[in-house]
């Protein structure tokens, strides 16, 4: 069974920054694409960024320039760095992979950002 274990959620002040971490249990040469979702109360989970098996990247535009999707294969490690935060991104963040030429995919629990004005 594979497992995503996301960390680096918190409360933060808006303009502030954030690093997420999403371990796999699994090298992540497995995967194509990994990515980050955000779910906030009310709404439906979004994409936020991905990053495929040559790693290219790919970003909602409410967080390009402002957040980098990047992972360390040695570490089967996804981040997601996060600067200049705003009160719109306070949500439950989901690392997600999918295996290379499959039709389901893997999800972490979630870590919570919470972005205060």
């Known amino acids: 069974q594979v497992q995503l274990v996301e960390s680096g959620g918190g409360l933060v002040q808006a303009g502030g920054t954030l690093r997420l971490s999403c371990v796999a249990s699994i090298s992540i040469r497995s995967f194509n694409p990994m990515g980050w979702y955000r779910q906030a109360p009310g709404k439906q989970r979004e994409l936020v960024a991905t990053?495929?098996?040559?790693?290219?990247?790919n970003y909602a535009a409410s967080v390009k320039g402002r957040f980098t999707i990047s992972r360390d294969i040695a570490k089967n490690t996804v981040y997601l760095q996060m600067n200049s935060l705003k009160p719109e991104d306070t949500a439950v963040y989901y690392c997600?992979?999918?295996?290379?030429?499959?039709?389901?995919?893997?999800w972490g629990q979630g870590t919570q950002v919470t972005v205060s004005s």
């Open positions: 997600n992979a999918q295996p290379w030429r499959s039709t389901y995919d893997y």
């Open positions: 990053i495929n098996g040559g790693g290219s990247t």
